[in-house]
């Protein structure tokens, strides 16, 4: 018995020392981990879409929106992240989601203080290799830019300036409704980042 | 913070609790000393045991089923900690290691086809037994070598397997998967009981070596100069090489292969430079000895043969005695070869060396006078060897004409004739056996019914038409209380302490030559017949185990082995040359003598692997396949051509020299040149190999 | 239904635990040199990875998620494998010998066997629910018994074909779990 | 047994991947490229050091029911360590690695360390075995990272090597090219191996 109890005292015990500096590591990297995450997953697409020729690192400068409450009155945070020309916003771009072929479609939208798209890029997605993809390209993201409200994005067959991409019209969809839903929020985020 | 540390502690808790309840509810018994024991063993489930793997291995050492030695991977030190986790002493084990048997790779052998498949013996084999003429030959694609979990083996340039005897462990895998059986295990035990077999390599002339020396391997040492290597090979045959270098009569190089080109190879000299080169280094080789046995074993008889079988037993672990009449040992060798032939010192140190490697001697005491069979079995002893020598031996002493009795009930014809003559004759009691005896056999009875015998059995090897008897005579006989047994012999003798009880007699009716004793057993009904004593009309007594005999007391488990005052004798298997393998009084062999020392040595190795063979509770009988002087051995009758070589002449006394110094030794032996010559002329044979000049592949591909 | 298929599709040949994730490799050229082995221990791995997936999943869920200490994934989840595989090993044991005895002996690699832990995470990643990891695990060890036993058959002809002295061993095992790699590679961009 | 002997063995006579055969899966995934092995390599040498000294000074506490699990978490705890520093200063990296960084955790070069040698010796001797070990299974990584990313990409540590003309062997990237590539060095080391002997 006393074996017995010995070994779970033991493991018990290198288990919950473990726990304490994991936590105390986690703690610690914590703040450099999401800036990374941020810089490596959201930077490259930020480049993209936010105009040239602004002097800041727009990851460090965040600024979280409140944009509501949830249903349990926990608070709905959107990242916005500013491009700033001596200390001054030029333009400021956050993502959208929306769903497309094979799940979520997930863009960045850059926008100027006027609410001209600066551009367009597409984060994530698992559409269709050759087909839905293609909504990645510079081809289609490219027709974005220098639009200005939902009227002007929507694609050509309902009257908008976007062409779809041949033969995805699902995945080209659902890109154009992620940047309607950026651009919906626009007003509110505008209002909160200036 | 915390929650992590709760979360992660609190299913380290939980694992533990889970693990410690586990451990409680589903608890095996199992034994901690299988475990102990399966920790020790070396983990390479090589399978030499026999058991699957080492933990199957484990769990019968640890439940007694096997010995703690079974593990022929781990070697000594893994049985030294087997061992000392039951608590046990260990018996030594006896170091096998594993010996390729042949000695032509492919390229130098002869082929029936050129093979290009599967690069595997097994494969290899299936397509008519191997690309090679010969039967025995290794097929040398390496299965040994790929089996071998110890990576001991590896193949040579040659196209056959090496061996590294430092990595070898003995676990005896190669030979399990080597098709061919070319691979073997050897030890010093199975070397010096090994009798030439059919499948395996041998040359003609150690075929025909009545002791059964590996002679081209021997000349192979000498001729590389390693003189000490080729004593060692020979003493593993033959204890008396300085002896035999001077006198034998050498039917090898009667059959050697180069009688077909030109001269023998001078194989005895070479044998007699080598052991000189021993006795003159000063020391001796030392001898490789099987783990004592504890079995002691008395050799009656210090001559030849009985020095040669007690140098053999103590090879093999067991602890001889001699026991010698005459106040010297060596028998005929010192009364009646010349000191021309061969000095005394030089057998002398012979003799010392055989002594040397554990074995007693008595001088001067003779059987029968101060020592009798069932006095020595009494005392303790495992088995009593009796090589009392031929009848030339008996008669170095002169006729008795008291007998005394040497074997319990059992006597010489002509000793008790003579005796009669002097009047002086025992009286008998009991019924009495006749053997041997042929023409006489009727007078010789006539004469034990004098002597007081009551009723007497005659034993004839041939049928009753080959008799020399009439029906009519045979009639009579039977009239007077003779039985006679046609076409039969006597296969055993009984008794207790120094008194024979009954014989084995044996129908040989439906005997074919070359059947053991237990396959006669099987076809023929085995007479007992109660008789107190057996004349027998050879000269000689002949070569017997006496050994105790063991009874089973008790029940159950509780059954014990318990010896007890009885004996049987055992009748050593024969040799190559018997021309019959069943019977205490053999034609061919035993009624016969040995016309030369190397075939009582022979007969003295025989002796002693039968004794071995009966200790080790194994059935007493020639290995089968062995090699008969009537077997058809697969052989050639031409060689290529070779270049001829003249035998080296062996420097001798001139006669003016020899009439100067008549005790001086004539042969004196070769130089270390003429034996390297004489050496490089071996062809170094197999059985169908012989060392010729490397054919080329187009001369190869066109004699196809 | 369909979504099943070709999740299994996927997990057995497409993203072969083995073949395309290099999951399991360790035993995978271990114990691919005998047959009997070889079955004995696929059989093992996709009991184990199946079971340990499911709870991991659990522990995952209902543990790590609530708390936001998805980071110390790696940690309790290795855990939870440990102190699984030690616990089969002691159930089958005491309650079924006769199993215990055909894979016994092989538990205890399954331990250190990458794609048991693999396929725990994977399933995480993916944010499978309950049944999807259920069939996820399950088609993922048995697409790594296949490639096993596969493997296992070529190797065990290759033991008595002339291969070049130091390629024999490891080497060609390697070779062959390349060029079966390679055929692997042909069911890309079916799902 | 001198500390020098037990750092020296891991780096040819006993090099994990190569010659134990052991720790094959991040061998094979990682290594498409030298930079990726080399970071592999030296996460797994950290998390092999760390948990043979702890391993070491902890080997007379935990019982030998436990051990097993009481080993992992150590080196489980290691890992997560290795894998938040990580993502925190080497983001790229880490993405490339994967689900290979929580793998670390079941090495058999760790975990077989930690059993063989670790809980038996002594801390100083424990890591100079770990050290040992973990340079030699960085270099081994590192070599067939560069080897791989020379033929698969025609470059090493993205220094382009292989002129303009050369067609990539994409297969060299893939599994089957991680296997073959393994195997040829396997081969080159057992003939360097007869060679010496």
Redo the contacts between chains.
């Keep these: 018995m006393r074996d017995l109890i010995k070994m779970v005292v033991v493991l018990t015990a290198i ?1 919950g020392t ?2 304490l500096v ?1 936590s105390y590591v ?1 703690e610690a990297t914590k703040a450099p981990r999401e800036y990374q995450l941020l810089k490596f997953v959201k930077g490259p697409s930020l480049k993209v879409v936010l105009p040239e020729g602004y002097d800041n690192d727009p990851i460090t400068d965040k600024i979280q929106v409140k944009l509501g409450t949830d249903e349990k009155g926990q608070p709905i945070l959107k990242d916005v992240f500013p491009a700033k020309k001596d200390g001054k916003i030029v333009a400021f771009a956050y993502d959208a989601t929306a769903s497309g072929y094979h799940g979520p479609v997930s863009l960045m939208i850059g926008f100027a203080p006027d609410g001209t798209l600066t551009g367009v890029s597409v984060m994530t997605h698992s559409e269709t ?1 050759g087909l839905g993809a293609r909504i990645t390209e510079p081809a289609f993201t490219r027709q974005f830019a220098k639009l200005k409200g939902l009227d002007q994005v929507k694609l050509s067959t309902q009257g908008g300036r976007i062409d779809a991409v041949s033969g995805a019209t699902i995945s080209s969809t659902a890109a154009v409704t992620a940047v309607q839903e950026a651009i919906k929020l626009f007003p509110k985020i505008k209002e909160e980042v200036l | 913070m915390l ?2 540390i709760l ?2 502690g ?3 808790f939980v ?1 533990g609790v ?2 410690a309840a ?2 409680k ?4 018994y199992v034994d901690p000393l299988i475990v102990a024991v399966e920790e020790a063993l070396p983990g390479a489930n090589c399978g030499g045991c026999g058991f699957p793997g080492c933990s199957g291995a484990a769990e019968a050492i640890a439940t007694g089923k096997a010995p703690p030695t079974i593990c022929v991977g781990g070697g000594p030190a893994t049985h030294a900690k087997v061992a000392s986790i039951l608590g046990i002493e260990i018996k030594e084990v006896e170091p096998e290691i594993a010996r390729p048997g042949c000695y032509y790779g492919p390229q130098e052998a002869d082929l029936k086809y050129i093979y290009d498949g ?3 013996c097994r ?1 290899a084999m299936l397509l008519g037994g191997g690309a090679k003429e010969c039967p025995v030959g290794c097929l040398g694609l390496g299965s040994c070598v ?1 089996a071998c979990p110890f990576g001991a083996l590896s193949m040579g340039e040659d196209g056959l397997p090496r061996v590294n005897a430092s990595l070898c462990t003995g676990c005896g895998t190669c030979e399990r998967v080597c098709p061919k059986h070319i691979i073997t295990l050897t030890s010093n035990s199975r070397r010096v009981t090994q009798e030439y077999t059919l499948d395996q390599c041998s040359a003609p002339c150690q075929r025909t070596c009545p002791a059964g020396i590996d002679i081209p391997a021997y000349i192979d040492a000498a001729g590389r100069g390693d003189y000490l290597e080729a004593v060692r090979i020979i003493k593993e045959k033959n204890p008396f090489p300085l002896v035999c270098g001077r006198i034998c009569v050498h039917p090898c190089e009667n059959e050697c292969r180069r009688n077909l080109l030109d001269e023998p190879v001078a194989i005895n000299p070479i044998k007699r430079f080598v052991a000189d080169f021993e006795m003159k280094s000063g020391s001796r080789i030392p001898i490789e000895k099987a783990p004592p046995t504890g079995k002691r074993i008395a050799v009656i008889g210090g001559g030849a043969e009985g020095l040669t079988a007690a140098f053999f037993l103590a090879r093999l672990g067991h602890e001889p005695t001699v026991y010698e009449g005459k106040p010297h040992l060596g028998g005929l060798l010192r009364t009646i070869i010349p000191d021309s032939r061969l000095p005394k010192d030089v057998l002398d140190w012979e003799i010392q060396g055989i002594l040397e490697t554990g074995v007693t001697a008595h001088t001067n005491t003779k059987l029968g006078r101060d020592v009798a069979i069932g006095d020595l079995l009494q005392e303790g002893y495992d088995a009593v060897f009796v090589a009392t020598g031929g009848w030339d031996s008996q008669m170095s002493e002169g006729l008795p004409t008291e007998p005394y009795q040497m074997l319990p009930g059992v006597h010489l014809l002509v000793h008790l004739s003579f005796a009669h003559m002097a009047g002086k004759a025992p009286q008998l009691a009991g019924d009495a056996m006749i053997v041997g005896c042929g023409n006489a056999s009727i007078d010789a009875a006539h004469l034990l019914k004098t002597l007081g015998a009551q009723h007497v059995h005659v034993v004839f090897r041939g049928s009753r038409q080959e008799s020399p008897f009439t029906d009519e005579e045979l009639q009579a006989a039977e009239a007077q209380g003779i039985t006679f047994h046609f076409r039969s012999a006597i296969t055993r003798m009984f008794g207790r302490a120094g008194d024979l009880t009954h014989v084995e007699v044996a129908s040989l009716e439906k005997y074919v030559p070359g059947q053991t004793l237990q396959q006669l057993h099987e076809q023929a009904a085995l007479q007992h017949i109660p008789v107190q004593t057996l004349v027998t009309g050879a000269g000689r007594f002949p070569e017997l185990i006496y050994a105790p005999v063991y009874e089973q007391r008790g029940e159950g488990d509780q059954q014990e082995l318990v010896r007890t005052d009885h004996w049987e004798t055992v009748v050593p298997y024969a040799g190559p040359f018997a021309e019959e393998d069943v019977g205490i009084f053999r034609p061919g062999e035993a009624t016969t003598d040995y016309k030369a020392v190397v075939e009582a040595i022979g007969a003295g190795r025989r002796g002693a692997a039968s004794v071995h063979k009966r200790l080790m509770g194994e059935e007493v009988a020639a290995p089968p396949g062995m090699i008969r002087r009537s077997t058809r051995v697969l052989t050639v009758d031409t060689l290529e051509p070779l270049s001829p070589q003249p035998r080296e002449k062996m420097p001798a006394l001139s006669p003016v020299e020899q009439m100067a110094n008549p005790e001086a030794e004539v042969e004196l032996g070769f130089s270390e040149e003429q034996v390297r010559r004489e050496a490089q002329r071996c062809l170094r044979c197999g059985l169908i190999c012989y060392r010729r000049p490397l054919q080329e592949p187009e001369s190869l591909a066109k004699s196809a | 239904m369909h979504e099943y298929w070709l999740l299994i599709v996927g997990a057995v040949f497409v993203n072969n635990i083995i ?8 035993p ?3 114990v691919s040199n005998r047959m009997d082995t070889a079955t004995g221990m696929a059989m093992a791995v996709v009991f184990v990875i199946t079971l340990a997936s499911c709870i991991t999943w659990l ?1 995952e869920k209902y ?2 998620a609530p ?3 998805e ?10 494998i ?2 699984l595989v ?2 089969v090993e ?2 089958l ?3 079924v010998p006769a199993l215990y005895r055909a894979l016994g002996i092989y538990l205890p690699l399954i ?4 794609a ?3 396929v725990a ?2 399933c995480v ?1 993916e944010d499978f629910n309950f049944i999807k990891t259920l069939v996820f695990a399950f088609a993922s060890a048995v697409g790594y018994g296949m490639a096993l036993i596969m493997l296992t058959g070529i190797r065990e002809r290759i ?9 024999q061993g ?6 062959s ?3 079966l ?2 055929a ?2 042909g069911f890309l ?1 079916m799902v | 047994m001198s500390v020098l002997s037990e750092f020296t063995k891991g780096l040819w006579k006993e090099v994990p991947p190569f010659r134990l ?5 991040p ?3 990682v290594t498409t490229a030298a930079k990726n092995g080399l970071g592999m390599g030296l996460a797994t040498t950290f998390v092999l050091v760390c948990s043979n000294i702890l391993v070491s000074l902890l080997r007379n506490v935990i019982p030998s029911k436990v051990r ?2 009481g080993f ?2 150590i080196i ?2 290691f ?2 360590i290795v ?2 520093v990580m993502q925190a200063y080497f983001y790229p990296l880490f993405k490339v690695l994967g ?1 290979f960084i ?2 670390i ?4 070069i760790i ?2 360390r930690a059993e063989a040698f670790a809980s038996k010796n002594g801390l100083i001797l424990s890591a100079a075995d770990g050290l040992g070990m973990g340079i030699g299974f960085t270099m081994s990584l590192t070599f067939l990272g560069a080897v791989r990313e020379w033929m698969g990409s025609g470059s090493v540590f993205g220094v382009p090597l292989a002129g303009p003309h050369f067609q990539p062997f994409a ?1 060299m990237l ?7 590539c ?3 060095i ?3 080391m ?2 360097i191996s ?1 060679k010496r002997a």
């Design positions: 288990c473990s726990g994991l986690n290799p | 929650s992590a979360a992660i609190g299913l380290g694992a889970g693990l586990a451990s509810i589903f608890y095996v599967l690069n595997d494969a790929k | 073949l395309a994730r290099y999951l399991g490799n360790c995978f050229f271990g522990v543990v790590l708390f936001g200490l980071y110390l994934e790696t940690i309790a989840f290795i855990l939870v440990a102190s030690q616990l002691m159930f044991q005491k309650s331990t250190t066997n990458c048991v832990l693999g995470v994977l990643e033991l008595v074909a002339p291969v070049p002295k130091h390629l490891l080497p060609v095992g390697l070779i779990g390349g060029l790699a390679l692997f590679l961009g | 055969v052991l720790g094959l899966c061998t094979l995934a097993i699990a992992i978490v489980a705890s890992v997560v894998e938040l689900i929580p793998l955790v079941v090495n058999c975990l077989g297969i893939k599994p089957p090219g991680a296997f073959l393994l195997a040829v396997l081969a080159i057992n003939l007869a």
